[in-house]
């Protein structure tokens, strides 16, 4: 019996302590998605910066290769529409994506309904084929008539 009560007392332990582990990986599991997601969106920053500079870098050579020809003013406002356009861009990009994810959610959405309703219709029509109206013999129903 002292032996018995070892190991039940050990096993206890030792569920416990599972318990404890698995409570410790989901905590760790959901930080790592925390720390996906914020990577996630820190690249999505720095690729808009450097998009950014890149148009930058652009314009600027643009400006100096025309500063001979130009008093500048020109170079300045296609600059500011250039960088507002970037901007657009970037937004616009975003939103797509945005918008692909909401659609993933929407086509999921629409075939677990739509597998649902075949389940339903099936039922229906497996239903419909048990009943006792439907149990008639080809004489039986010839006799009817």
């Known amino acids: 019996k002292e032996e018995k009560l070892e190991v039940d007392k050990k096993l206890l332990e030792a569920k416990q302590e599972l318990e404890r582990e698995q409570q410790v990986l989901v905590m760790l599991q959901q930080e790592r998605e925390k720390e996906i997601e914020i990577s996630k969106e ?27 020809a130009d008093s500048g003013v020109h170079i300045q406002d296609q600059e500011e529409e250039v960088v507002e356009l970037v901007s657009r861009v ?10 692909m994810e909401e659609n993933k959610c929407f086509v999921e959405t629409q075939k677990e309904v739509e597998a649902k309703l075949q389940h339903k219709r099936f039922k229906e029509g497996h239903q419909l084929l048990c009943s006792e109206a439907c149990q008639k013999t080809l004489a039986d129903e010839l006799g009817d008539m």
């Open 42 to 68: 820190e690249r999505l920053k720095n690729s808009k910066v450097i998009n950014q500079l890149e148009l930058k870098i652009k314009m600027l050579k643009l400006k100096r290769s025309e500063i001979g």
């Open 90 to 99: 970037v937004e616009m990009e975003g939103e797509i994506k945005r918008l």
